[in-house]
């Protein structure tokens, strides 16, 4: 196993609490240095007091931050949805089936091309410093195409989510209950053994909160942890639920109530805002300051997906939290990170601790708050994961 350390770092980003100041959560180094041993953060501090390793790279006075946490993506599918995305743009109604054009053509996909695809748009977001991933099922609704879509995604990230609840399956249109016991049943046994979590799409039109509570509570019995997509398009039970069972993450969160915004910060589970899918749709942005006010912990995440978020740049996401959702940008890159990794139980990724995961970007930037300042400028100029240079 080699040492490498990486040096004239101008500003590092640590979120290591024992570097901590009180005007910011990254845990900011200046004039920095990180030590890498094998595949993991060995050392951080100031340059001048780096020990030796065996390699040296010299960043040239950038930046450099953990690698983002991409805590919620859709990336096992077919397609594409861009005239529907024309169409609401241009103001014009459209009526193909969102979810459902998707879902058919997944179906229809071989698993080389779902396979194909998938590949491509995880070395895109690598490309752009995100080095964990989660992404989820959810466009195939039966129970083959359910457990094909986390078996394809198993191969290539660890967090892998089972979401046979995104919408009624179109098999089930009339039969509501039919399909969620096919979720909490058949398909759940055939989904768990590829799976860490389980997800449900908790809303009107999808499933209501008794539906939500049955479709978690039995994928928990299964042995997969809680996540849930509360609270996107109308006030709703998700949150409440979501923090009742202890999931990980409550995801889009734009509609709260006071109870629910004191429920997140009372409880454990983490607010994740997903603000390309509001940008994307024009719909109303979630208010990440005042979850932050509440003391909430607040994660930021692309909802990378074909039909109302197809982004897979968290740099992009953070330029419109800070420009939108009123985060100021050193905890937009905070909830990138750090926030990300607590979205899905982890403490080895989102920070440069000794001990975590190697896994970081160099920006080509003095600073990390340039990501909110030069928005849509590709600025990250090197991607090192698991103590390897990748991008
Ligand atoms: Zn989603």
Redesign the pocket.
Known sequence: MSSTVITNIASLVTNDPSHESADSPLGLIQDAAVVIDGDRIAWTGESGNAPAADNRVDVGGRAVIPGFVDS???LVFAGDRTQEFNARMSGRSYSAGGIRTTVAATRAATDEELEANLVRYLSEALRQGTTTFET?S?YGLTVEDEARALRIASAHTDEVTY?GA?IVSPDYADDPAGYVALVTGEMLEACAPHARWI?V?CEKGAFDGDQARAVLTAGKRRGLHPRV?AN?LSYGPGVQLAVELDAASA??CTHLTDADVDALAQGGTVATL?PG?EFSTRAEWPNARRLLDAGATVALST?C?PG??FTSSVPFCIALAVRDMGMTPDEAVWSATAGGARALRRTDVGRLVPGAYADLAVLDAPSHVHLAYRPGVPLVTEVWRHGSRVA
């Open positions: 919620h993506s859709h989820k959810g979401l995104h997800d799409f997509h996107q995801d889009h997903l899918a909802d997906n109302s978020s």
